[in-house]
């Protein structure tokens, strides 16, 4: 009996208050929602203020699918989306998952040695390396040679123009990487199919 009527004296408060406090949760829950439903009234109505629609892989990736439904003679049988995913991988490791361990200004033009991070890197940077060289020249008429060293590599780039050899050593190794238009193209020619580093 005691134990029983000292349950009643002390559960009996916190039964009540916890019925108030639930009370006083679930109406300012109501409110909220509530308050929620005037603010996003009619979602669908306003288009979003952002136009990322994820990192720049993923927004890359989706402007293709853009393009190609934007083209009426798309020949989907030879569309290629992973072949542009796998060489934006390439990208994303010989721009971030290296080191640049120095640049040095030679004879119209500049040396760099990279390290690759990863052992993904290592094998981005050979593939990239590949074929950078032969498009760098086309596009520009800078030499670019590549040479494994160890667990690094060694480019050296010039021009034969001494006027440009400024320009080349301030672009250092990303910037001799990114410059020109080409890799929209290259992208393109994957995205349809096609073997444009070959």
Known sequence: MTIRYACILFCTPLLLL?????ADVHHGSS???HGDHTSTHHPMSTPSPLTAAGNDAFWAIQEAIQKLDAEPNTDWSKVNLEALRQHLVDMQN??????????????QGMKAVVRPTTARSEASLERVFAAH????KKETGWDMHVNKQGDGFVLTVTTPQP??????????????MALGAHHQMHHW???QGESPHQ
């Open 189 to 191: 020619g994957m995205v």
């Open 163 to 176: 006027a440009e050899t400024d320009r080349l050593r301030g672009l250092g190794y990303i910037g001799v």
């Open 18 to 22: 916890g019925s108030a406090f639930g």
């Open 94 to 107: 010989f721009t971030l998952h290296v080191e640049v361990l120095s640049q040095t200004p030679i004879a």
């Open 31 to 33: 409110a909220g929602q």
């Open 133 to 136: 060289p032969a498009q760098l």
